[in-house]
């Protein structure tokens, strides 16, 4: 690892990374967002919440084909898959699933949590054999950890959801490995922390950089508009000490999640921030407000493969110290359709 650093350097260079939350959608969207993924990772889990969701081996298997013939070969990007858990979640599927390397991870979404969850569980009950086997077969579980209950303010969704679902799901489930995907407050941060071993926790780019107030600086505005939405200030102070400080619970994830500018822009817009152009800018920067660059290679390359068992990236990126220079739209094949890409409010001074 490398010495802290006591200035800003003019490169940045760590092995290449990885994103632990990637959603790639499918078909136009696909073809348009992958590549901004592949160019900055080595391998993403990919999320299955498509329509109709990814359940299935073979629907898995094929999905991932389609996005390798998305992205250039010369990216050498590997997507890893993962299985979206409905009630009643086959073991047996979710065995077989691991044994042939197809899936890598399941994803518990509580139904209506976020974009195209409806078929998400609606009890731990409804997936404890499928939990049972992936215990067996080593395969951690991804979680969106917030409650549905409409009566639980927004803001309070996540903290309600460890009380209530994750403590005792970890307290029945003694073998399984889980991944607290996309914390956004001081609680989920030590719940982590609570259970070393055992729990990992992935942190967005968006999430570090603004806190719940820049949703409404000026007015509504949707492209910071996500789920987990943004907390307080003393939240996001809370995960970026988590991400810098060196913890190998904690890795990058960026849960980068494109909508199209029309389907966010509108009185009932979709949650979800598309940071995949610009997300290793973003960290950088953050790290270096930290000054914990020396720490930015763990998190994003070493501490999401030494958590799922696989190894660590030999190629390498290097980032430039200059004004960040990245795409304002991403634009969709096949229509006049274009996808604002997140910008903090602040300066970014990294580059590719």
Same mark, same amino acid.
């Given at each position: 690892? =490398?010495?802290?650093?006591?200035?800003?350097?003019?490169?940045?260079? *760590?092995?290449?990374?990885? !994103?632990?939350?990637?959603?790639?959608? !499918?078909? &136009?969207? #696909?073809?348009?967002?992958?590549?901004?993924?592949?160019?900055?990772?080595?391998?993403?889990?990919?999320?299955?919440?498509?329509?109709?969701?990814?359940?299935?081996?073979?629907?898995? +298997?094929?999905?991932?084909?389609?996005?390798?013939?998305?992205?250039?070969?010369?990216?050498?990007?590997?997507?890893?898959?993962?299985?979206?858990?409905?009630?009643?979640?086959?073991?047996?599927?979710?065995?077989?699933?691991?044994?042939?390397?197809?899936?890598?991870?399941?994803?518990?979404?509580?139904?209506?949590?976020?974009?195209?969850? +409806?078929?998400?569980?609606?009890?731990?009950?409804?997936? +404890?054999? @499928?939990?049972?086997?992936?215990?067996?077969?080593?395969?951690?579980?991804?979680?969106?950890?917030?409650?549905?209950?409409?009566?639980?303010?927004?803001?309070? %969704?996540?903290?309600?959801?460890?009380?209530?679902?994750? =403590?005792?799901?970890?307290?029945?489930?003694?073998?399984?490995?889980?991944?607290?995907?996309?914390?956004?407050?001081?609680?989920?941060?030590?719940?982590?922390? $609570?259970?070393?071993?055992?729990?990992?926790?992935? *942190?967005?780019?968006?999430? #570090?950089?603004?806190?719940?107030?820049?949703?409404?600086?000026?007015?509504?505005?949707?492209?910071?508009?996500?789920? &987990?939405?943004?907390?307080?200030?003393?939240?996001? #102070? =809370?995960?970026?000490?988590?991400?810098?400080?060196?913890?190998?619970?904690?890795?990058?994830?960026?849960?980068?999640?494109?909508?199209?500018?029309?389907?966010?822009?509108?009185?009932? @817009?979709?949650?979800?921030?598309?940071? $995949?152009?610009?997300?290793?800018?973003?960290?950088?920067?953050?790290?270096? /407000?930290?000054? +914990?660059?020396?720490?930015?290679?763990?998190?994003?390359?070493?501490?999401?493969?030494?958590?799922?068992?696989?190894?660590?990236?030999?190629?390498?990126?290097?980032?430039?110290?200059?004004?960040?220079?990245?795409?304002? %739209?991403? /634009?969709?094949?096949? @229509?006049?359709?274009?996808?604002?890409?997140?910008? &903090?409010?602040?300066?970014?001074?990294?580059?590719?």
């Amino acid at each position: 690892m =490398a010495p802290p650093l006591t200035q800003q350097p003019t490169t940045l260079s *760590i092995r290449r990374p990885d !994103d632990w939350h990637v959603h790639l959608r !499918d078909g &136009p969207m #696909l073809a348009a967002c992958a590549v901004h993924t592949a160019r900055q990772f080595a391998r993403g889990i990919i999320m299955p919440n498509l329509v109709p969701p990814v359940t299935k081996v073979a629907e898995a +298997a094929a999905y991932r084909e389609r996005i390798r013939r998305a992205v250039p070969a010369e990216l050498e990007f590997e997507p890893l898959m993962t299985c979206y858990l409905t009630d009643g979640a086959d073991p047996a599927e979710l065995a077989r699933g691991k044994e042939e390397g197809v899936w890598v991870a399941s994803k518990l979404y509580p139904a209506h949590a976020t974009t195209n969850s +409806a078929h998400g569980v609606t009890s731990m009950d409804a997936i +404890a054999r @499928g939990l049972e086997a992936m215990e067996k077969a080593g395969m951690p579980l991804l979680v969106h950890g917030e409650v549905t209950d409409p009566e639980v303010d927004i803001f309070d %969704r996540e903290a309600v959801f460890l009380d209530k679902v994750l =403590a005792p799901l970890i307290k029945r489930h003694q073998g399984l490995k889980i991944v607290l995907e996309h914390i956004t407050t001081r609680e989920g941060v030590q719940f982590v922390e $609570a259970h070393p071993g055992r729990l990992g926790g992935t *942190i967005t780019p968006h999430h #570090l950089s603004y806190n719940r107030n820049a949703l409404f600086k000026g007015g509504i505005r949707p492209h910071f508009y996500c789920l &987990p939405i943004a907390k307080r200030e003393e939240h996001r #102070l =809370a995960l970026r000490k988590a991400a810098t400080s060196g913890s190998p619970q904690f890795f990058l994830g960026t849960d980068t999640a494109p909508h199209t500018a029309d389907t966010k822009e509108c009185a009932c @817009g979709c949650a979800g921030v598309f940071n $995949a152009p610009v997300a290793m800018q973003v960290y950088a920067q953050v790290f270096m /407000e930290e000054s +914990a660059l020396d720490k930015l290679e763990a998190f994003a390359s070493l501490n999401g493969p030494r958590f799922y068992g696989l190894p660590a990236n030999e190629a390498r990126i290097t980032l430039q110290a200059r004004p960040l220079d990245a795409p304002e %739209r991403v /634009e969709v094949p096949g @229509g006049n359709k274009s996808i604002v890409v997140f910008r &903090p409010d602040t300066p970014v001074g990294w580059s590719f």
